[in-house]
C-alpha cells in the first residue's frame, strides 16, 4: 500500500511536470492556474486515504484527468484561444462536464449562462489571463 504522502507528490508531481498543461499562459496565470489544479487534486486524493492502491487509483484516475482536462482548456481560453462564441459554447459543456467529475455530481455548480457570461469576458481585452482564471475561479465550489 503506498504511503498517502507519496500518492499526493505523485500526483503533484505529474501536474507540475506537465508543461503541456500551462505553456500557453504567463507566468502569473499559469501559477494561478497550477495552484487551483493542485488544490483540487490534493482534495480529490486525500478522499482515497483509507483506499488500498488499485482501488485509490480506479477512484482517482477519471477525476484527476478531468482536472488536466480543464486546466488545459482554461488555460487555450484564458490566452484566447476561444475567440468567437461559437467555439467557446462546447468550451463551456466540456468544462461543465469536467466540474461535475472533479467536484461530483451532487455539487453546486455554476449555470451554463454564468458560465457563458464569464467565458465571453475573453473578447474584453481589458482582462488579462491571470484575471480571467481568477473570475472562472470564483464561480466554482472550493477544493474540498
Same mark, same amino acid.
Given at each position: 500500500?503506498?504511503?498517502?504522502?507519496?500518492?499526493? !507528490?505523485?500526483?503533484?508531481?505529474?501536474?507540475?511536470? &506537465? *508543461?503541456?498543461?500551462?505553456?500557453?499562459?504567463?507566468? *502569473?496565470?499559469?501559477? *494561478?492556474?497550477?495552484?487551483?489544479?493542485?488544490? &483540487?487534486?490534493?482534495?480529490?486524493?486525500?478522499?482515497?486515504?483509507?483506499?488500498?492502491?488499485?482501488?485509490?487509483?480506479?477512484?482517482?484516475?477519471?477525476?484527476?484527468?478531468?482536472?488536466?482536462?480543464?486546466?488545459?482548456?482554461?488555460?487555450?481560453?484564458?490566452?484566447?484561444?476561444?475567440?468567437?462564441? !461559437?467555439?467557446?459554447?462546447?468550451?463551456?459543456?466540456?468544462?461543465?462536464?469536467?466540474?461535475?467529475?472533479?467536484?461530483? !455530481?451532487?455539487?453546486?455548480?455554476?449555470?451554463?449562462?454564468?458560465?457563458?457570461?464569464?467565458?465571453?469576458?475573453?473578447?474584453?481585452?481589458? &482582462?488579462?489571463?491571470?484575471?480571467?482564471?481568477?473570475?472562472?475561479? !470564483?464561480?466554482?465550489?472550493?477544493?474540498?
Amino acid at each position: 500500500m503506498t504511503d498517502f504522502g507519496t500518492r499526493i !507528490e505523485r500526483v503533484i508531481e505529474e501536474m507540475t511536470g &506537465n *508543461e503541456s498543461l500551462l505553456d500557453m499562459l504567463d507566468t *502569473e496565470a499559469a501559477t *494561478e492556474l497550477l495552484n487551483w489544479g493542485i488544490s &483540487n487534486a490534493k482534495s480529490i486524493v486525500t478522499k482515497t486515504q483509507d483506499l488500498d492502491d488499485f482501488s485509490a487509483d480506479l477512484a482517482l484516475l477519471p477525476r484527476l484527468k478531468a482536472v488536466r482536462q480543464s486546466m488545459r482548456s482554461i488555460g487555450n481560453w484564458a490566452a484566447g484561444k476561444y475567440t468567437d462564441a !461559437e467555439s467557446r459554447l462546447p468550451l463551456r459543456d466540456k468544462l461543465l462536464q469536467n466540474f461535475k467529475v472533479i467536484f461530483g !455530481e451532487d455539487s453546486q455548480l455554476p449555470s451554463a449562462e454564468k458560465m457563458d457570461a464569464v467565458l465571453n469576458q475573453v473578447e474584453d481585452q481589458a &482582462n488579462t489571463p491571470s484575471l480571467l482564471i481568477l473570475k472562472l475561479k !470564483e464561480l466554482l465550489p472550493p477544493a474540498g
